[in-house]
């Protein structure tokens, strides 16, 4: 009898890898959700003994899945994986009750000793299976079948798994030096002018004011710059993070500014670059301003950005007052080569 799997992810990319990384021929039959309330409705209809789970998902994220897996007692072993690679996350997750915790890009060889070790998974059962024979086309058929079923899948979702990957890896750089948990959000993916920036924006109030610096980087027929807007209400409890215990003058926050900038800069563009087999050279950071409002700051730097691809991801550190946002502008110029560099994803 087959074995019910559910793969809940709100990445149609990444719902597709996860069914690929799954043990050939392994007697299993594959459900996807997009969301946490999808997950938790699957698994009441029986349809995950064993699931995969996201953990940074709409209406309902992984932590909410696990415990409201423990509060109804849904019977499912649960498996999660996540770009968000902090200590924290992992720590946290098993504590809910998964047993055990995968990193993005998904290593089809981990998830097949995760599942033998805990007995879901045999290299026999391959082999056994393996001598059955079963005719090509029906086990091409089943496999189509199946991957429909993970959602179709565009240049958006590819630039936005690939964010995914790219933001857990500077969140867990950070968290490491500063000793902190950093709150995730789903990276957001859209074409903007340089008008609709400051809109874009998640936490950009109007009364607030910000710093920002930016630095260039290109490679592979690729360019861009990165962007990082530092809430100027935030300064304090960074230096305490770092244990600074002078005066906080604009000296001080601007050093901070470009500490906070060098680490997701340097991680988000390199795991990026890295997924796709490229390399990109940063250029030197540049200073756009200090304790302005954010609809002056992409006024005074319009002239910068036209359309662009802009990825924004939002990191806030737990029970601290540090907010920043992080975006990656890509030039127009740039699509094509993007778009041949991500063809592995489409398919």
Known sequence: MATPV???DDSSVARKQMARSLPANWDVEISFANNGQEGVDALKEGKGDILFLDLNMPVMDG??????ICKQDLPTMVIVVSGDIQPEANQRVKKLGAIEFIKKPVDPEQVKKILSDYGMYTEATEQAATATP???????????????????????????EMSNVAMGQAADLLARLLDVFVVLP???VNFLEASELQMALSFAEQESTYSAVCQGFIGSGIAGEALVIFSDSSFNDMAKLVKYKGEINANVELELL??????LVG???????????????????????????????IKANAKRWKKTLTIEITY????????????????EDSMDMLKK??????N
Request: glycine letters at 4%; a negative charge; proline letters at 3%.
């Open 341 to 346: 560099r991500l063809a592995f994803l489409m």
């Open 316 to 331: 806030q550190v737990e029970n601290y007052d540090i907010t920043c946002d992080l975006l990656l502008l890509l030039t």
């Open 186 to 188: 789903i990276p957001k």
């Open 6 to 8: 559910l793969i809940c």
């Open 134 to 160: 079963v005719p090509a086309a029906t086990h091409r058929t089943l496999s189509d079948e199946v991957l429909s079923k993970s959602g179709t899948i565009n240049f958006i979702d590819c630039i936005q």
């Open 258 to 263: 470009m500490d906070i900038a060098s680490i």
């Open 267 to 297: 991680a988000c563009t390199n795991s990026i670059a890295s997924q796709m087999d490229i390399s990109f050279s940063l250029g030197h950071p540049i200073v756009l301003g200090q304790h302005v409002n954010v609809g002056e700051l």
């Open 63 to 68: 932590y909410e899945v696990l415990e409201a």
